[in-house]
C-alpha cells in the first residue's frame, strides 16, 4: 500500500498572498487546524492555528478585539507561515506517513510530486482506515489471539491447519510483547462455517499453539465472547 492509494486529492489550500484573515477563516469553515500553502501549484509552506496565534502577539500585541481582526487582514499567509515542511511523495509506502505523522504528532502530511506539486494530503484518519482494512476489522468472523515463538515456521504451520478445515484468513499480524521477549501477540482474523472453526481453534491448541483469546466479531458496534 502507498500513500497515493489512501491520500485526498481533493485538499483546501491558501495562496502565500492570501490575507491571515482568509487563513484563519478557511480554518474554521473546515475545522482545520493547518493548511497548505501554495504558490501558483508549488508547496512553499504550511500555515498552522499555532503560527497564526504565535504571529498575532507578536505583531499587535496591544490591539483590541476589532483592531486585531483589521491586522490579520493585513498581513500575508507568507508572513507567518512555516517554510520547513515535511512531506511525503504519492509513491512512499504507507509506513512513511505513519512513522511520521506518529513520531511528530502531525494531524496530517502533504503529498507532493517530484516538482513539488501539491497532489494530495495524507492524514491520521487515513492511516487509521488502513489498519481498519488490513485487520480486516469490518469483516464478520473470528478472531484468535495466540502466543507464538518468535521463530520461522510458526505461521506456516497455522495457515496450514486453517486450510485443513476449509476456511479463509481475513487477516493476519503479529505483535512484539514488552515483557515477554522472544513471543509475538499472533491475531488471526478467519471465517467460514461455524463449527469447522471450533474444530480448527482445538487443532491449533492440539499443535501446541498458546491460544489466548477467541473472539466472535458479531458487528462492528460490539464484540461477542465466542463459546
Not at 498572498?17 to 501549484?41: C, K, S
Not at 495457515?159 to 512484539?176: D, R
Not at 491475531?187 to 471450533?198: F, S, T
Request: glycine share 6%; with cysteine.
Amino acid at each position: 500500500m502507498f500513500v497515493k492509494d489512501w491520500m485526498k486529492k481533493d485538499v483546501v489550500v491558501v495562496n502565500k498572498n492570501d490575507t491571515i484573515l482568509d487563513a484563519l477563516h478557511l480554518m474554521r469553515e473546515h475545522g482545520f487546524r493547518r493548511l497548505p500553502v501554495l504558490d501558483g501549484e508549488k508547496l512553499v509552506g504550511i500555515i498552522t492555528e499555532k503560527d497564526i496565534k504565535d504571529f498575532s502577539p507578536s505583531k499587535a500585541s496591544t490591539l483590541d478585539i476589532y483592531e486585531l481582526h483589521n491586522a490579520l487582514a493585513k498581513y500575508e499567509v507568507k508572513d507567518a507561515m512555516t517554510t520547513d515542511v515535511i512531506t511525503v511523495r504519492p509513491e512512499d509506502p504507507i509506513e512513511k506517513a505513519a512513522i511520521i505523522l506518529r513520531d511528530k504528532r502531525f494531524g496530517g502530511l502533504p503529498v507532493v510530486n517530484d516538482k513539488g506539486k501539491l497532489v494530495g494530503l495524507i492524514t491520521a484518519v487515513d492511516v487509521f482506515d488502513v489498519f481498519v482494512e488490513a485487520m480486516g476489522i469490518r469483516e464478520k468472523g473470528v478472531r484468535i489471539n495466540i502466543l507464538v515463538e518468535d521463530k520461522p515456521g510458526a505461521i506456516a504451520e497455522l495457515a496450514k491447519i486453517v486450510k485443513q478445515f476449509s476456511l479463509n484468513i481475513i487477516s493476519l499480524a503479529t505483535f512484539y510483547i514488552k515483557e515477554k521477549p522472544g513471543l509475538r501477540d499472533l491475531v488471526l482474523r478467519i471465517n467460514g462455517d461455524e463449527k469447522n472453526i471450533e474444530l480448527c481453534v482445538e487443532e491449533i491448541k492440539k499443535a501446541g499453539f498458546d491460544v489466548t483469546s477467541v473472539l466472535k466479531m458479531g458487528d462492528i458496534n460490539g464484540v461477542q465472547l465466542y463459546n
